[in-house]
């Protein structure tokens, strides 16, 4: 079945580099996520990759896809404390008859001066 | 952009009542709606898949007769919490499609429910 795994937590120092890491399962996904979540907030789109590709930038997010190993990693650099939020990696899997998005837990990021 | 207007952002209710949650799409049609619900510290869990005209699709292990799904329109689609009980405080969310490929699933704000 389909699995997306990531570590469940981060700290780092404003200013410095931000990666979460990422695993997935289904291996046919077309597209794959990262949303942030703020608390007692939706979900927002942070950016996605399509899976012919190694690396997207886009400013300050770099989005690293190994699709042999299944894996996917964000870096976020210059990190701020603004970016103290839940980060989702997701999949897209196709089953019963939809593509439907599959959510890793979520990696906590915690910045600190 | 494409918005996911979800309602309330929070409620409060009795054991034993029920809850309405609405879930719009403002300036696109929405065919496909997707409900998700997330314990504290924890990811989204996929409910069920929403399909304008038609009966929705459950996820295994989410009891249909409880959390009643209505997708009457292109632009809404309701959840309905059925007796809840504190066991279903929790936050949902819901999220469509909005047919543009990549970017294609917009989420509402979510919905805190609190059963006492």
């Known amino acids: 079945g389909e699995d997306v795994e990531q570590s469940l937590f981060l700290s780092v120092r404003e200013g410095d580099s931000s990666v979460i890491n990422c695993t997935y399962t289904d291996s046919s996904s077309t597209y794959l996520y990262w949303y942030k979540q703020e608390p007692g907030a939706g979900l927002q789109l942070l950016t996605y990759?399509?899976?012919?590709?190694d690396m997207k930038q886009d400013q300050r997010l770099t989005v690293l896809l190994n699709k042999k190993d299944k894996h996917l990693s964000l870096r976020i650099a210059d990190t701020q404390t603004g970016d103290s939020a839940i980060y989702f990696c997701a999949e897209i899997s196709f089953s019963g008859g939809y593509n439907k998005l599959i959510f890793g837990a979520g990696t906590r990021l915690a910045v600190h001066p | 952009g494409a918005v996911v207007s979800q309602h309330p952002s929070w409620v409060i209710c009795k054991s034993g009542t029920s809850v309405k949650i609405e879930c719009r799409s403002l300036?696109?049609?929405?065919?496909?709606m997707f409900w998700y619900r997330q314990f504290p510290k924890q990811s989204l869990m996929l409910m069920a898949t929403s399909n304008e005209g038609s009966k929705a699709t459950y996820e295994q292990g989410v009891e249909k007769d409880k959390f009643l799904i209505n997708h009457a329109s292109l632009t809404l689609s309701t959840l309905t919490v059925t007796s809840a009980h504190p066991e279903d405080s929790s936050f949902y969310i819901c999220?469509?499609?909005?047919?543009?490929?990549?970017?294609?699933?917009?989420f509402g704000s979510g919905t805190r429910l609190t059963v006492v």
């Open positions: 300036d696109f049609q929405a065919t496909t």
């Open positions: 999220s469509a499609r909005t047919g543009q490929a990549a970017e294609g699933y917009t």
């Open positions: 990759i399509f899976s012919n590709m």
